[in-house]
């Protein structure tokens, strides 16, 4: 994408001479604070918003994947809701193997029956992973997603797109939202998102460090005591 711009109803500037582009398959993190554009920019890859300005050009198939599972999870069962994110053209025993398929690649193999409220709040994230797969996506579009689980589930879903984003054999790219600077450390690349834009990919570390230098960093080269 080049020189994106989006505007709400208000007037308000959400993007503004934001260009990024990803060259490969892999996890890539922005990180910015709220009201940088981040989630409206995913929205507008998705193709939830129409962009105002500017141009998009990518070969891959968008699939956005919530803060919060509950609001993109909609049958009662997670073999019933996989049903839904299926391509229409395959046929009911094609769709059986694409369900267990989906469900053992996150981890919830068996699960076809399970009643999606009797889910831990990490397994619903890897439900709503699994059906952003199933759907053919080759471009995951996720915004803060371990943002509402505890410290385990989260470190299970880092580690489950860090899986997915290094399978060879079916390449895919992940765009990561988050303001958890921890996470900065696994991922490809990080980009920094201020007003509405933007920055270059740097090694996500080294964004981390300069975002937040360790507690207890000497300035000016201070002595020790």
């Not at 998009?56 to 609001?71: G, R």
């Not at 019933?80 to 469900?103: G, I, K, Y």
């Not at 299970?156 to 765009?175: K, N, Q, V, Y």
């Not at 990561?176 to 690349?189: F, K, N, S």
């Amino acid at each position: 994408m080049s020189q994106l711009r989006f505007c709400w109803p208000n007037g308000r500037t959400a993007l503004e001479h934001c260009t990024l582009e990803v060259s490969r398959p892999g996890l890539w993190m922005l990180v910015g604070g709220n009201g940088s554009g981040k989630s409206t920019l995913l929205r507008v890859l998705a193709g939830l918003l129409a962009p105002s300005g500017g141009s998009i050009a990518c070969s891959s198939t968008p699939a956005l994947v919530f803060q919060n599972p509950d609001h993109q999870l909609l049958l009662p069962s997670c073999g019933s809701d996989l049903q839904l994110s299926l391509p229409p053209e395959l046929d009911e025993r094609q769709r059986r193997h694409a369900v267990q398929q989906a469900l053992a690649l996150v981890g919830l193999a068996g699960l076809e029956q399970r009643p999606i409220h009797t889910l831990s709040g990490g397994q619903k994230q890897r439900l709503a992973i699994a059906g952003a797969v199933a759907s053919g996506a080759s471009l995951l579009l996720l915004d803060e997603p371990t943002a509402l689980l505890d410290p385990s589930s989260q470190e299970e879903i880092l580690a489950l797109l860090r899986r997915l984003t290094s399978d060879t054999t079916r390449p895919l790219t992940a765009l990561w939202v988050t303001h958890r600077l921890e996470e900065l450390e696994h991922c490809d690349g990080a980009a920094l998102m201020q007003h509405g834009s933007v920055g270059p990919w740097q090694h996500g570390g080294s964004l981390r460090r300069r975002l937040a230098p360790p507690r207890g960093a000497l300035q000016g080269g201070g002595a020790k005591r």
